[in-house]
């Protein structure tokens, strides 16, 4: 039986084999960047997380300044108005002892009702600065919270593309990219939030 013509193989593997690990490392580097870029993505919204943590927690320092200088005016409004009860009951004693109370004792006492009313508004100012502080904090900490699950989510899918790499497993690279991307997406919608 005549041999056919003979083909070199050895070469056509040899190239073969060229194309196959020129194809994994293109592989590798798409997962490399990808991973870079969501490293870097994830970099920035740690930063974001902490900066509006820290600013939620100075503005809850505020708030309780604020609380304890309108918990001074009110004290300030309870000691007119005992001072106002001690002018209106020294004049009572006077009038029953049908003596005519000193002439400054009215307007003493309307005078410390008077100021009582400049002193609450004062207090409600500063409860009304309170509350607003407070407001500000729980959505600057609720951002947080939104910064912070993206970073989770950004890690893993950095871990899962260490693990594509390793194993050169396409299914487990697009995972990563569904994971990373789902946290570029919360990052963002925080960011604009």
Known sequence: MP?????????LQETIGEESERAKE??????????AIF?????ISALRAGATVNEALMLRTEAARLQAEASDQWSFYQAKGIK?????????SWLAA???PPADSLERKERYVAEQKEIEAKAREK???RDEKLAESAHLLHRHHGFAYAVAILQVSIA????AALTRSRPVWFGSLALGLSGVALASWTLLG
């Open 39 to 43: 490293a870097a993505l994830a970099a």
């Open 98 to 100: 049908e003596k005519a």
């Open 84 to 92: 106002a009860a001690i002018e209106e009951a020294s004049r009572t």
């Open 26 to 35: 293109g592989f590798l580097k798409r997962i490399a960047l990808t991973t």
């Open 3 to 11: 041999e056919g013509p003979e083909v070199e193989t050895d070469r």
């Open 160 to 163: 899962l593309g260490a693990v």
């Open 127 to 129: 409860e009304k600065e």
